[in-house]
């Protein structure tokens, strides 16, 4: 298993030019922070705009519950990168995910 985490660090550290292996483990960190945070606010949110587990369809409730999970999880990503001192590299992810889906026009 130790091999295969190892083998996983040196793949990405190509791909992701980072200069030590703590920038690595550091971003592996908000990639877990964030998508963890971001599932439990779409809940609360859900509600805010009316949308209750009880009222409506649960197709119509976890649709909405995991559209919005798109925005927060975007927003949280750049914000805890920022946090752990890894906003450069977050940023440039969150550019270049957007331009791969067709919302680039979003980015200033």
Known sequence: ???FFLWCFKKL???WVVTYRWEMIAIFIVFAITGSVAGKLA???TELIGLKKDTVA???YWTARIV???PIYQVLLVCFGWLFGQ???FWSFEKKML???GLG???P
């Open 99 to 101: 331009k791969r889906m």
């Open 1 to 3: 298993m130790l091999r």
């Open 58 to 60: 649960g197709w119509i």
């Open 13 to 15: 550290a190509n791909k």
């Open 43 to 45: 809940g609360p949110f």
């Open 105 to 107: 026009f979003l980015i």
């Open 87 to 89: 906003f450069k590299f």
């Open 68 to 70: 919005l999970i798109f």
